[in-house]
């Protein structure tokens, strides 16, 4: 066994086995049939851990016979460790899925002077386009819907236009979704 396995089965937490983020990403996207769900697991594992590409692909060099890596390159480009949530992983595949360019993720958006306004889920910067992925608590909590609300106005103003996306328009109305971000 090289130097770099061993240092994998080696790591502890307390006397817990652990894996590095890596490792875990390189298991995650081998063995999750879902090219969705593999997808969403790795977003969240980038989010939490900062792994990167390079170090998935470094774990996929070190174990180039490895059941299931034809699987793991094929979601490896997709992961976008901006995705703070599953359905917003979900949102950007739909767009991936379509033609449509990748946003970015996790956009700042800064008025003339400067100042920042807003953080915008997923963007298309050079055409002014924001995507925002509303879960309950935007339709459920008076607060959270008072600033969204705040938000949207004043990216208008800016002249962004701001497509809000739920978990019903993603399941039921995918193409309505698709062709409102195309637009």
């Given at each position: 066994?090289?130097?770099?396995?061993?240092?994998?089965?080696d790591l502890t937490l307390?006397?817990m086995?652990?894996t590095?983020p890596?490792r875990?990403?390189?298991?995650?996207?081998?063995?999750?049939?879902s090219?969705t769900?593999?997808?969403?697991?790795?977003?969240?594992l980038?989010?939490?851990t900062d792994?990167?590409r390079?170090d998935?692909?470094?774990?996929?060099?070190?174990?180039h016979?490895?059941?299931?890596?034809?699987r793991?390159?094929?979601?490896l480009?997709?992961?976008?460790?901006?995705?703070?949530?599953?359905?917003?992983?979900?949102?950007?595949?739909?767009?991936i899925?379509a033609?449509?360019?990748n946003?970015?993720?996790?956009?700042?958006?800064?008025?003339?002077?400067?100042?920042?306004?807003?953080?915008l889920?997923?963007?298309?910067?050079?055409v002014k386009?924001?995507?925002e992925?509303?879960?309950p608590?935007?339709?459920?909590?008076?607060?959270?819907?008072?600033?969204?609300?705040?938000?949207?106005?004043?990216?208008?103003?800016?002249?962004?236009?701001v497509?809000?996306?739920s978990?019903d328009l993603?399941?039921y109305r995918?193409?309505?979704y698709?062709a409102?971000?195309?637009?």
């Open positions: 066994m090289d130097g770099e396995c061993a240092r994998e089965r307390n006397g086995p652990v590095t890596a875990t990403a390189f298991d995650l996207g081998r063995h999750i049939r090219r769900v593999a997808v969403q697991r790795l977003d969240a980038a989010n939490a792994v990167k390079s998935i692909e470094a774990m996929i060099d070190a174990h016979g490895a059941g299931g890596i034809p793991l390159k094929s979601v480009p997709l992961v976008d460790g901006g995705a703070e949530l599953p359905q917003e992983t979900v949102a950007r595949l739909a767009l899925d033609g449509l360019p946003p970015k993720t996790q956009f700042r958006v800064f008025d003339a002077y400067g100042q920042f306004v807003a953080r889920d997923m963007a298309h910067d050079e386009v924001g995507i992925y509303d879960g608590q935007h339709w459920t909590d008076p607060a959270v819907r008072q600033r969204d609300i705040d938000k949207q106005f004043v990216l208008n103003e800016l002249g962004w236009i497509i809000r996306v978990r993603l399941r995918r193409p309505t698709v409102r971000a195309a637009a």
